[in-house]
Every structure is written in C-alpha cells, then in structure tokens.
C-alpha cells in the first residue's frame, strides 16, 4: 500500500486529496493520500516519516516549500534551480525533492496556446521562482512589490529576466500571476490586466479570479490554476508510481464541484 500525504497550512480546502484518492482507484493501485496541516515541526518528522518508509510520497504547499528544499537529501536540477520543493520522493531510503511546478507550468502553457512576445512573471516566491525556470529562453519580465526580492530571485535561478515596477504594464505580455491575488476576489493591476494578451492564472479560490474572468471574457488564452494544479499532480503521480494516471481523472476530481476552493498559486 502506498501512503502519500500533502503537507502545508492551509490545507483543508485543498483538491489534491481527491484528486490522488482518484487516481489510485482509476490505476488499480491500493493507497492513501492524506492532507495535514504542519508547522516546520510537522515537516521534520514528515520528512523522517519519508526516510523510513511511513510515508512513499508528499506533496509540499505554502508556506513549506522552502524548507522543503532544506530538508530533502538531495534535489532535482530544476528544483535547485528554483529554490523550493513541491514534491518528496523515497529512492533507496533517500529523500529527493522535485518541483512538478516546473514541469506543469510548461505542460499548461502548451496546451492553453500561451506562446508571447513577452511574459511578465508577478511575485518573487516559490512559484515565481518555478515560472522563471519553466519559462527560460521567452522574453522575461518580472514584477514584484519588494524589488529586491525579484532582483534575488533572478540571480538565484540564473534566468534572464528584466525587473518591472509593481503596477506597471508590459505592452503584449502574458501574465503570469505567481502571487496569491484573486484567491479571495482580489483584483490584479489595471494597467498590467489592459494589455495583455493572455494569463497563466496560478491562485485559484471560491470562484473565478477576476484577472481569469476578464481574460476568459476577452477571449485571449487562458491556463487557471486548477489547470496548473492538475498538470504538476499529474507529474507528481508519475514519480511515485512510475506511471501517469488515467487521462482526464485528476481533472474530472478537481473541477468536480462548481466552488474552486484552494490556498493560494501552486496549491497542492
């Protein structure tokens, strides 16, 4: 049987439960994912939980993916790259850490048809730091609040990217909100929402963001975070089992209930 656990505060409202709860039936296996919520105490002994074999797999939401990093025996190159670990994985009684982040944001972008002239990453956290990685070699802008978090956040990852101020647009761009604006209503820029062309949308809450809902009324290309979240699960999936889950389960499970519920970009 295999044991798998999201580890995070909040984590009540979260979707992956009955994503992976879904996915394990679908593909025959016999298994357990559960959602707790932890303090930096709680991942320490999840972690211990990993080595020993308690616990095969764990994903990793706010505010722990950097500690998740610290914690990991060793790490994937792209989550050493970005800073932060969204996924434990148990490879001869080591602890690794990935970032499925990475890989989803580039499987959405794909698949919505976000290509640009320009991308304009908002934040300066984990999921800033993933949307960096996963979208090297576009023309890349990022904003941020504190300045000097995303100048930092660029020299970390060693991605090419020019600093915007907060609140700035960037003519043509697709959006890419890395922060937890619109999880409970709250509205993104005006200026940075009028001219862009399209949204990768990774805070998702009790409803629509209003920056997807204008997206999705102008009729430009549109990844929100239920499909981030599906993407990364998916990847998440296959490291612990060694296969994809059935096509179309996780989604069908996320998008089950009319009220998206979540706890901010890159909820697990």
């Known amino acids: 049987?295999?044991?798998?656990?999201?580890?995070?505060?909040?984590?009540?409202?979260?979707?992956?439960?009955?994503?992976?709860?879904?996915?394990?039936?679908?593909?025959?296996?016999?298994?357990?994912?559960?959602?707790?919520?932890?303090?930096?105490?709680?991942?320490?002994?999840?972690?211990?939980?990993?080595?020993?074999?308690?616990?095969?797999?764990?994903?990793?939401?706010?505010?722990?993916?950097?500690?998740a990093r610290t914690l990991a025996d060793t790490v994937s190159p792209g989550a050493a790259r970005a800073g932060s670990v969204n996924t434990w994985v148990r490879e001869s009684g080591a602890l690794i850490g990935y970032s499925t982040d990475i890989d989803g944001i580039r499987g959405v972008w794909e698949k919505r048809g976000l290509a640009a002239g320009a991308v304009l990453i908002l934040g300066s956290g984990g999921a800033a730091a993933?949307?960096?990685v996963a979208l090297e070699g576009e023309r890349l802008f990022i904003s941020a609040r504190r300045r000097d978090a995303a100048e930092s956040?660029?020299?970390?990852?060693?991605?090419?990217?020019?600093?915007?101020?907060w609140g700035v647009a960037v003519a043509g761009a697709v959006v890419v909100n890395a922060t937890p604006l619109g999880m409970r209503g709250e509205k993104l820029p005006d200026p940075v929402m009028e001219t862009a062309t399209g949204l990768l949308e990774m805070a998702y809450g009790s409803g629509e963001t209003p920056a997807a809902r204008s997206v999705r009324s102008a009729g430009l290309p549109l990844a929100d975070?239920?499909?981030?979240?599906?993407?990364?699960?998916?990847?998440?999936?296959?490291?612990?089992?060694?296969?994809?889950?059935?096509?179309?389960?996780?989604?069908?499970?996320?998008?089950?209930?009319?009220?998206h519920l979540g706890d901010g970009p890159n909820q697990s």
């Open 130 to 132: 993933a949307s960096l």
């Open 225 to 259: 975070g239920l499909d981030l979240l599906v993407a990364q699960a998916e990847e998440s999936f296959r490291l612990w089992t060694g296969e994809y889950p059935v096509p179309g389960v996780m989604e069908t499970a996320a998008r089950k209930n009319s009220r």
């Open 153 to 165: 956040l660029v020299g970390r990852t060693g991605v090419e990217a020019e600093f915007v101020e």
């Open 1 to 67: 049987m295999i044991r798998l656990a999201l580890l995070g505060d909040p984590v009540a409202h979260s979707r992956s439960p009955a994503m992976h709860r879904e996915a394990l039936a679908a593909a025959g296996l016999e298994g357990s994912y559960e959602a707790r919520r932890v303090d930096l105490e709680g991942m320490a002994s999840a972690a211990a939980e990993m080595r020993t074999g308690v616990l095969q797999g764990a994903n990793i939401t706010m505010p722990h993916k950097l500690v």
